[in-house]
């Protein structure tokens, strides 16, 4: 267990409504990332985060935000959901200091489904 | 677009046997990660080698890298049914890149 919880872990919603997802940490590390994870695609990187308001975007950031006003918490917001969003999230930290080459470490996934 | 591409897509085996999956990638890498993922459940990370690496184990895990070919395989020996997961390769270049997996069943 990499101390990641992630809130809501299912969740249904609406096309057109705004959604955000919750990762919370409790060892403090500096990376947080948010993937997606859909059949053929693999996993995806969103966006990342390398401290407190340090944010990039990564492939498929489009439709997404993020926000990280303190170290234990990375928040992914769907603005406006669309169907296309229908995923399961994963919130994931890395240990080290070498960031996005390291070894990261999984919370338990969101379900996501928007109709 | 995806860096790695794991072979097969699917492998079925008896418990005790050995289950190699393949991973390849296209371009240069700092690190190739190994990742397992339980139905419905997060990825845990089972083990990395650097390229300037050929081998690496742990417990009963195997991984070789061949940059030369930009390859890699993991076998897992002795297979248990718990071991049944899918397992993706990871490339690190600027960034970690995942594959879409290899889904191991192993049959009791």
């Known amino acids: 267990d990499a101390g990641i919880t992630q809130s809501p872990r299912h969740k249904v919603t609406e096309t057109g409504t705004p959604v955000t997802l919750r990762c919370h940490q409790t060892?403090?590390?500096?990376?947080m990332y948010w993937y997606r994870q859909d059949p053929g695609h693999g996993l995806r990187l969103i966006h990342y985060?390398?401290?407190?308001?340090?944010?990039d975007k990564g492939e498929v950031s489009d439709g997404y935000s993020v926000s990280r006003s303190k170290t234990e918490d990375f928040l992914l917001t769907l603005e406006s959901a669309t169907s296309s969003q229908t995923s399961v999230y994963f919130c994931?930290?890395?240990?080290?200091?070498?960031?996005?080459?390291?070894?990261?470490?999984f919370g338990p996934g969101t379900r996501l489904l928007v109709l | 677009s995806q860096q790695g591409e794991e072979d097969p897509q699917a492998l079925s085996i008896q418990e005790g046997e050995n289950a190699t999956m393949n991973c390849s990638y296209k371009?240069?890498?700092?690190?190739l990660q190994w990742y397992r993922q339980n139905s419905g459940r997060g990825l845990v990370h089972l083990i990395l080698?650097?390229?300037?690496?050929r081998e690496k184990h742990s417990g009963r895990l195997r991984v070789t890298l061949d940059t030369s070919k930009k390859s890699s395989s993991l076998l897992i020996t002795a297979s248990r049914a718990a071991d049944t997961a899918s397992y993706f390769c990871?490339?690190?270049?600027?960034?970690?890149?995942f594959g879409e997996g290899t889904q191991l069943t192993v049959n009791p």
């Open positions: 994931a930290i890395s240990k080290t200091g070498g960031g996005l080459q390291e070894t990261q470490y």
């Open positions: 060892e403090n590390h500096r990376y």
């Open positions: 985060s390398y401290g407190v308001k340090d944010t």
């Open positions: 371009t240069s890498i700092n690190n």
């Open positions: 080698i650097r390229s300037n690496e």
């Open positions: 990871a490339t690190s270049g600027s960034r970690l890149t």
